[in-house]
């Protein structure tokens, strides 16, 4: 019986010390840690999340995969995420290097341990980003804090230079406690490089325990870089797998270096988690939450980002300040943006002109559809990409637009007496990426001529079979693809009819001044009564329009004179069409007759004008210059 129980309580003191051994074990084992280290998120709703995961060594987790990884913000899961291993060196890093100068760090012959140290600090920071920020804390009997944290590189390699070993104490505990303290207030990632080669003496304030809490409270991996023989390589290896930093040792300073290196190459090894978020730009704080499964095991890291809004640049290829349009004009706003875009929207002039919120993002306009809204002339025109989360930017630039094409009538001149022939000539001009493709001219509505398709422009007009009156000229020019048509159009007088009208008029005349009086004379032999001469009085001119409009002009058996200088004539015309002495109306025979005196100015009787002379008839409407009578006989 006593050897059975002496057999049990063997058992018990085994299974005590297994326990025991196990517990130990899981003290000396540090946990696996994972950790957010920055968050890039002034590209939102781009956000680019920049995760650390180290084993129970210290060492980075590599090569795990996507599937390892869920990623959700403010509780909801991302469903697409990119995820990367990189060397991140656009994340700023605010480092403090604590550099151990007491009394062993002076031994042995020159260059001393201290000196190689502070060489190897001065290369490490060379080796830094130009974002990163360096601060320089000494430490012996008290830490003493030689350089604030800095950018300046410059600096900080001056306060690396010169440093004397002093003091018999070392006050490790107490120079990280102030290395937590001068990080606390930076965002970026926050890291303590610990150089020593010995331990902490136990002098100083704060022991191992309280740098411990300060540390992991901060989230502030201290990573202990040891040499020489009375390294405290356990202490160091604690203080670096309780904070997650990684601790290395070297026989001596001279290979300081190499620790140094290792140290950066662990600093930037991370893994990117790139992702759209599903939020607006509102400003606002969301919580990030990363999960990570690793050897069965899940972690999990929680930081916060903002939801910024950022400027999008926009430019808009082939387009610059002052830039001339006309025609079809393709806006095709570029940017590099990553974020998927919502809408185009196009402002005219502070006013809104179109929108397109499909891809492509472009807009195709023509100019000569919306002459209304864009008149030709210069005009401010803005760009407006939106995206998804409401990001906005602008691309402002004045364009001049014109017309594609412009016709102008050279010749003949507005209103002008034509007589003879003529040649009508046309100023036609297009814009540089529209080819001219031909030009055509028309009186009346028929064409004049055959299409031109290059310069000059100019056709001549027969007078010969157009009658007598006004006529418009219209001038077409198109371009080569039919897309645009300009017009230009006058109205003129033709002044006289053609040669072989005149020439029948002529013998007209002729024939009745021989027969007229043949016949007077066989009427006055058969004795027929002669025509009744009318009393003064019985017809009038009535002014319609002219200088005095329904002014009505009596007529009498005197000449009445008709023409542009009031002291020369009995009624003054009006216009500089009308002649300084333009007609003449007489009483003969008992009728009115009305006499041209100058056929450049011609007298117009019923939209018709008339060569010499005409016998005037109740209502005759009277066109002299820009006068218009009518004739009225009781």
């Known amino acids: 019986m006593g050897s059975a129980c002496s057999a049990r309580a063997l ?62 913000e403010d509780g ?67 830490p003493v804090t030689v350089q604030a944290l800095t950018s300046d590189k410059n600096a900080v390699r001056a306060s690396l230079e010169g440093l004397k070993p002093e003091g018999n104490q070392t006050t490790m505990y107490d120079a990280v406690i102030e290395g937590v303290n001068l990080l606390k207030g930076f965002s970026q990632r926050r890291i303590i490089v610990l150089v020593t080669d010995g331990k902490d003496t136990g002098k100083g304030l704060f022991d191992f325990d309280q740098a411990i809490d300060q540390a992991e409270t901060w989230g502030t991996p201290i990573y202990p870089l040891g040499f020489g023989n009375n390294v405290n390589q356990d202490e160091l290896t604690r203080l670096a797998k309780l904070t997650g930093g990684v601790a290395q040792f070297q026989p001596d300073a001279s290979q300081l270096q190499a620790s140094f290196s290792a140290t950066l190459q662990l600093l930037r090894e991370q893994y990117l988690l790139r992702f759209l978020s599903a939020f607006p730009a509102d400003e606002k704080q969301h919580e990030l939450l990363v999960t990570a499964t690793y050897q069965g095991t899940q972690l999990q890291a929680k930081r916060f980002y903002t939801a910024r809004r950022s400027q999008i640049e926009v430019s808009i290829p082939g387009y610059q300040e002052g830039h001339i349009v006309g025609g079809i004009e393709t806006f095709q706003p570029v940017t590099d943006w990553e974020t998927p875009l919502k809408q185009l929207d196009i402002v005219v002039d502070d006013k ?80 540089p990426d529209i080819p001219l493709g031909r030009v055509e001219f028309a009186v009346d509505g028929q ?155 011609p007298v117009i009787i019923n939209n018709e004008p008339i060569v010499h002379q005409h016998v005037l008839r109740n209502g005759d409407m009277i066109l002299l210059g820009e006068t218009l009578l009518r004739f009225e006989q009781q």
Do not use: C
Not at 31 to 39: E, F
Not at 371 to 392: C, V, W
Not at 561 to 581: H, I, M, T, V, W
């Open 11 to 72: 058992v018990a003191v085994v299974m005590a010390l297994a326990m025991f051994s196990s517990a130990a074990h899981a003290v000396a084992q540090a946990p696996l840690r994972i950790s957010i280290d920055y968050i890039k998120d002034d590209a939102f709703p781009v956000v680019e999340a920049f995760v650390s995961i180290s084993d129970t060594q210290g060492q980075p987790v590599r090569s795990l995969s996507a599937e390892s990884f869920t990623v959700s």
């Open 76 to 142: 909801q899961t991302v469903k697409q995420v990119e995820t990367s291993q990189t060397e991140n060196s656009e994340q700023p890093l605010a480092i403090v290097l604590l550099l151990d100068v007491s009394g062993s760090m002076g031994s042995g012959s020159p260059p001393s341990p201290l000196d190689k140290a502070s060489e190897a600090a001065r290369t490490f920071t060379d080796q830094l980003a130009s974002q990163d920020q360096v601060a320089v804390i000494t430490f012996a009997d008290a």
């Open 447 to 601: 064409p004049v001529g055959n299409p031109l398709t290059a310069a000059p422009y100019e056709v001549k007009w027969n007078l010969a079979m157009a009658p007598a009156g006004r006529h418009i000229i219209t001038v077409t020019a198109s371009d080569a693809d039919g897309l645009f048509t300009a017009t230009d159009e006058i109205t003129v007088n033709v002044a006289v009819r053609s040669y072989g009208w005149t020439i029948a008029l002529v013998l007209l005349l002729v024939i009745v001044g021989v027969t007229l009086p043949l016949a007077v004379r066989r009427r006055r032999q058969m004795g027929m009564p002669r025509p009744v001469a009318l009393k003064l009085g019985q017809a009038s001119l009535r002014e319609v329009d002219g200088l005095t409009p329904n002014h009505s002009w009596s007529l009498g058996e005197n000449e009445f004179r008709l023409g542009r200088k009031s002291d020369e004539n009995d009624l003054q015309l009006k216009g500089l069409n009308a002649s300084r002495k333009h007609a003449v109306i007489r009483f003969e025979n008992g009728q009115y007759v009305i006499y041209a005196l100058n056929l450049n100015n």
């Open 352 to 431: 809104p002109f179109a929108s397109v919120q499909s891809a492509p993002f472009e807009y195709r306009w023509d100019t000569t559809q919306t002459e209304k809204e864009i008149p030709p002339g210069e005009h401010r025109f803005s760009f407006i990409l939106t995206d998804i989360a409401g990001n906005t930017g602008t691309a402002s630039l004045s364009l001049d637009v014109q017309a594609p094409l412009r016709v102008h009538i050279t010749s003949p001149s507005a209103e002008e007496i034509l007589s003879g022939s003529a040649l009508i000539e046309a100023q036609v001009t297009s814009l």
